[in-house]
């Protein structure tokens, strides 16, 4: 096939369909690939839309079930958050969607790799090293970095000038991404953090996104949620696999008012962002994961818990999930998941805290933690602190000498460490 043709990662959103016309004006056949990834979309309808743009063909591709095995159990297990809030639904999708434009193209024997992502944000790079990683002979065009059009309005009204009209005014004040996992609301308002946000206003107008019909009132008031190296297997009980998880209880919180995240992050590309994430199955399964880890791992291996959710995190931000370092990170994560397993409750008023922890194998003892009398011997705590002491810190370190750091033509801390060094090992010694 000639480099002439290309396969479009089609969202049915206002840039992507912009595009389809753009492209047949600079001379290509598009061919559109709609990737399901859990938005509340009406697909097949969208695939009429790419060819009634011009599309020369339009497939619809599930991704679900890879994302579900491949990436949701780390995101899950490890509570992944990007710079401590940001729970990635995003950047969980990219690679697959990505993948399945890459495995469209191969079926059709070739042609340039097409996104419709701007060159302002982490997309572009999500979308394009994964191109560069899986099939770095392809060609890759992004319009965004070469057309005429600056903003949403200029391609609103190119596409009104071509008679192709349609729904993008009622969503064009923001820059939506919904998926299984979290509807993620950009630019509009958000774009002023110095004004006062009103959360419930935006909330309201994109109320009818993201999971389905609302439920007049939550049905539960707590969650005891199974959990199994580190991944939920049952809810209140009854046995749900995650994507059911998932599902439900996005369906079911998402109007609730802890439901959603709101953040300034640091994109990739050096600009910040601010977004709000509307993501409570996200929340509420991280939260239960969190408390029980803290119940059964240990010290160390809690720290390196916490580094490789945040690792992880970091890593599928940047969008290098078809690298080695994320299988590197993942085999990590397996080990320390195994050790994640326990029922946890979560009360979900007025925010969502964990009420119970029964962690099968907890390293929490009440014996130990206990402020009544148990046969936890105090005196042990003195050897503790003096053997400690000596490896933390070593030396005294005089009341005068921490003043004098705080001014400005402080002595070097080399020479306030060479005065006290005698002093300091004699005092050591003589207290052991
Ligand atoms: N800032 C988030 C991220 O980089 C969300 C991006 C949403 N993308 C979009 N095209 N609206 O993952």
Not at 24 to 34: E, K, R, T
Not at 75 to 86: K, M, P
Request: with cysteine; proline share 5%.
């Amino acid at each position: 096939m000639s480099a002439k043709h290309c396969v479009l990662a089609y969202s049915g959103g206002l840039d992507t369909s912009a595009i389809v016309p753009w492209l047949i004006d600079q001379g290509y056949v598009v061919h559109a690939v709609l990737v399901d990834v859990g938005q509340s979309e009406d697909l097949p309808a969208l695939r009429e839309k790419a060819l009634s743009l011009g599309s020369e063909t339009a497939v619809v591709r599930d991704a679900k079930p890879e994302i579900f095995e491949k990436v949701v159990p780390y995101a899950l297990g490890l509570g992944a958050t990007y710079e401590g809030v940001y729970r990635l639904g995003t950047a969980l999708t990219r690679p697959f969607i990505a993948l399945e434009q890459i495995r469209r193209a191969r079926e059709l024997g070739g042609g340039t790799l097409i996104h419709g992502a701007t060159g302002k944000g982490n997309d572009q790079v999500r979308f394009e090293y994964a191109y560069r990683s899986l099939a770095p002979d392809y060609p890759v065009l992004a319009p965004w970095k070469s057309w005429e059009f600056g903003g949403r309005q200029d391609l609103i009204d190119y596409l009104a000038n071509k008679g192709l009209e349609g729904d993008y005014e009622v969503i064009k004040d923001y820059s939506l991404d919904e998926n299984f996992w979290h509807l993620s609301v950009e630019g509009g308002v958000l774009e002023d953090p110095t004004s006062t946000l009103e959360v419930d206003r935006v909330l309201a107008s994109v109320a009818d996104r993201f999971g389905g019909n609302a439920h007049a009132k939550p049905p539960s008031k707590t969650l005891e949620i199974k959990i199994e190296e580190g991944l939920p297997v049952s809810i209140n009980g009854e046995s749900v696999a995650p994507d059911r998880t998932i599902a439900r209880l996005n369906s079911d919180y998402r109007h609730e008012p802890w439901s959603w995240d709101l953040v300034i992050e640091n994109r990739f590309t050096g600009v910040k962002s601010r977004g709000l994430y509307i993501n409570p199955a996200a929340k509420l399964l991280h939260i239960a994961v969190d408390a029980l880890s803290r119940s059964c791992l240990n010290k160390p291996t809690f720290d390196y818990y916490v580094n490789l959710g945040h690792q992880y995190a970091a890593m599928l931000y940047r969008g290098e999930y078809f690298s080695d370092q994320r299988m590197i990170l993942e085999s990590a994560a397996r080990a320390v998941m195994r050790s994640l397993n326990g029922d946890v409750t979560v009360n979900l008023s007025p925010t969502p805290y964990v009420s119970r922890i029964n962690a099968d194998r907890p390293l929490f003892c009440e014996e130990i933690a206990t402020f009544e009398k148990s046969d936890f011997s105090h005196q042990d705590a003195q050897g503790f602190i003096r053997l400690s002491w000596q490896s933390a810190v070593g030396q005294p370190f005089s009341e005068a000498e921490n003043e004098s750091a705080m001014e400005p033509n402080a002595r070097p801390a080399s020479e306030v460490c060479r005065d006290q060094s005698v002093s300091g090992a004699g005092l050591v010694s003589s207290a052991l």
